[in-house]
C-alpha cells in the first residue's frame, strides 16, 4: 500500500515562490506527480515525472514551476515561482497507477 504526505503549502504574495514536497511511503515505482483543484474547477495537471526522468509540464507551469524527485527517500517537490492568484488551489500529490495525498493548500495573496 503506497501512501503520500505533503508538505510545504500555505500563504504568499504575489510574485512569490513556494516548495511543495510529497513523501512516498510503499512501492512506488513509476510515475509521479502534482495535480492541483482550485474551487469551482476541475482537478487539473501541474507536472509529473517518469521513473525515467522525462518531465511534463501544464503549459501554465512551464517556465515557472520545476518538480524534481529524489530515489533515495522517495519524495518529489515541486518548486513554484512567480505565484499569482490563479495558482491559489489545492495541490494533491500522485503516483501510479492512481494514488493520491491528501491535499495540501496553497493561497497566493496579498
Known amino acids: 500500500q503506497v501512501q503520500l504526505e505533503e508538505s510545504g503549502g500555505g500563504l504568499v504574495e504575489p510574485g512569490g515562490s513556494l516548495r511543495l514536497s510529497c513523501r512516498a511511503s510503499?512501492?512506488?515505482?513509476?510515475?509521479m506527480g502534482w495535480y492541483r483543484q482550485a474551487p469551482g474547477r476541475s482537478r487539473e495537471l501541474v507536472a509529473r515525472?517518469?521513473?525515467?526522468?522525462?518531465?511534463d509540464y501544464a503549459e501554465f507551469a512551464k517556465r515557472r514551476f520545476n518538480i524534481d524527485k529524489d530515489t533515495t527517500d522517495n519524495t518529489v517537490t515541486l518548486q513554484m515561482i512567480s505565484l499569482w492568484p490563479d495558482d491559489t488551489a489545492v495541490y494533491y500529490c500522485?503516483?501510479?497507477?492512481?494514488?493520491w495525498g491528501r491535499g495540501i493548500q496553497v493561497t497566493v495573496s496579498s
Open positions: 515525472l517518469s521513473r525515467g526522468g522525462t518531465a
Open positions: 500522485w503516483a501510479a497507477p492512481n494514488y
Open positions: 510503499g512501492n512506488v515505482l513509476g510515475t
